[in-house]
């Protein structure tokens, strides 16, 4: 069942569009807006009052109510859906029983008289008054008709006065004034998107236990076993000797001795375990107190009419995090940053492989080398792009500060982008502020950005880490060869 409001003149001269209201706040109930017949009487008559922001809006409330006469029910949707309101008119013949409480005499009277006469004649009981004043919701509630508030937000913003009048014409002689200087603007971004603040989450390592160390060290022993023997077998010591004849070498062996196969088995092979087991015990440690990076990208634009002289671009950070200029390459994380103590080669005896060079004339008597280097690079010719930022305090490490100066910063043109490195550690929440900051000798204050940057710990699985770093370790030992020329 549809919801009837009845509407006061204020409804066409003082609220937004109907069309656009959000009729949705007071329900998804059908909407029917009844106009009174005051109300009719009143927007025509207002229509005449000059050339005011109420005339005009009664002007176009009188064309639009006309719309409405003119339609073959003599009702108008203004809303399809979300909910339908539909705009009409009370039922032609409908009488209005003076009360002893009602003045018919005065507007406000008549729209209640006329509400509680089409509730009583259409027997209907969601009959309501909508309104922003006081004196109807009073009269209303005085005789048991409900009253529906309109929103504040539904209101046009007040006429400007002759103060309001005076800071528009100011206003626009400031604009007359930022024409003759640079207009610059600064924007943050984080992966092409726009942002005010930055979080980022970071790994949090937590140490392992004793027994889990105890496990993974047995695991690191089991990829990379003692082995029982050394010497190369007399059938590989073939194999290898058949290939050496095939390139025109000569190979000879020496078995290992004695003394360093115990001195692998007793010292260094244990050594190296007790090496894991330690790297181990301090993966956590380690992990945490890694740097982590990531990007974040300030969009500097002049928008103005002229170039920015002798600008100056600076990046400045407080608090627990740091920044640096991007790297050539980008820095790698995970994994790869840690690292295993890698496993001693076992003692196997010295491959050498003997080749005979003869005949060959020494090029070096034939062609002149340093006629072959390139001609050193002269920079007397060259000068600074006047348009272009040049780095003045370039960092690649952590550091606090970065500064760029450009001698012309045009206006009108594409935006630039600085990208930097901000820096922060594993393990820990991290908070601090990034304020860019650009000044010019024409630009009357300098303008700057700052957003605040924190880092959120999320738990990460070191014994997961520890056994993939594991699954690195080399299965089998390298074996040395010395390749040995006559």
Request: proline share 8%; aromatic share 6%.
């Amino acid at each position: 069942m549809a919801n009837v409001l009845f509407v006061d003149t204020n409804f066409f001269l003082q609220l937004k569009d109907p069309e656009s209201l959000p009729w949705a706040e007071l329900g998804d109930s059908e909407v029917l807006l009844i106009v009174p017949r005051i109300v009719q009487t009143e927007i025509d008559r207002l229509k005449q009052d000059g050339n005011s922001r109420r005339s005009k809006r009664a002007r176009k409330a009188s064309s639009f109510l006309r719309s409405v006469c003119a339609a073959p029910e003599l009702t108008r949707v203004i809303r399809k859906s979300g909910p339908r309101v539909v705009v009409g008119f009370s039922p032609g013949g409908m009488t209005i029983t003076p009360l002893p409480s009602l003045d018919l005499t005065r507007n406000d009277d008549q729209i209640v008289a006329e509400a509680l006469a089409f509730q009583s004649t259409c027997q209907a009981d969601n009959v309501s008054l909508l309104t922003a004043d006081t004196g109807p919701m009073l009269t209303a509630r005085h005789h048991n008709l409900p009253c529906v508030a309109v929103p504040e937000d539904w209101l046009l913003d007040p006429e400007p006065d002759e103060r309001d009048k005076k800071i528009h014409t100011l206003e626009r002689q400031v604009v007359v004034l930022q024409q003759t200087r640079p207009l610059v603007a600064i924007t943050a971004l984080l992966q092409n998107q726009q942002v005010t603040r930055v979080e980022e989450n970071v790994l949090k390592y937590e140490a392992l236990s004793t027994s889990t160390i105890e496990h993974l060290t047995t695991k690191a022993a089991l990829q990379y076993p003692m082995p029982d023997e050394f010497r190369i077998s007399d059938t590989e010591l073939t194999m290898l000797r058949m290939s050496a004849a095939a390139r025109g070498r000569r190979l000879t062996y020496v078995e290992p001795t004695n003394d360093e196969i115990t001195k692998y088995r007793e010292e260094r092979y244990p050594a190296w375990l007790a090496s894991v087991k330690a790297a181990l015990t301090q993966a956590a440690t380690d992990l945490n107190d890694r740097a982590h990076y990531f990007p974040v990208t300030f969009q500097i634009t002049n928008s103005g009419n002229v170039p920015a002289n002798n600008a100056i671009l600076e990046v400045r950070v407080k608090g627990d995090v740091y920044i640096a200029a991007p790297a050539k390459e980008a820095k790698e994380e995970g994994p790869v940053t840690l690292h295993l103590p890698t496993p001693p080669d076992p003692p196997s005896g010295q491959l050498t492989e003997t080749v005979t060079v003869a005949g060959y004339p020494d090029i070096s008597s034939r062609y002149n080398l340093d006629a072959l280097q390139p001609p050193p690079v002269s920079l007397a010719g060259w000068t600074r792009d006047r348009n272009a930022f040049y780095w003045d305090e370039r960092s690649h490490t952590a550091t606090t500060l970065l500064r760029l100066s450009c001698e012309e910063f045009r206006h009108q043109d594409e935006p630039q982008e600085l990208e930097i490195t901000v820096v922060a550690q594993h393990g820990r929440e991290s908070a601090g502020l990034i304020t860019c900051r650009l000044s010019a000798t024409n630009l009357p204050e300098p303008e700057e950005l700052t957003i605040p940057i924190k880092t959120i710990p999320t738990l990460a699985d070191t014994e997961a880490l520890a056994s993939n770093l594991i699954r690195q370790l080399p299965r089998k030992p390298s074996r040395t060869r010395t390749i040995k020329t006559v």
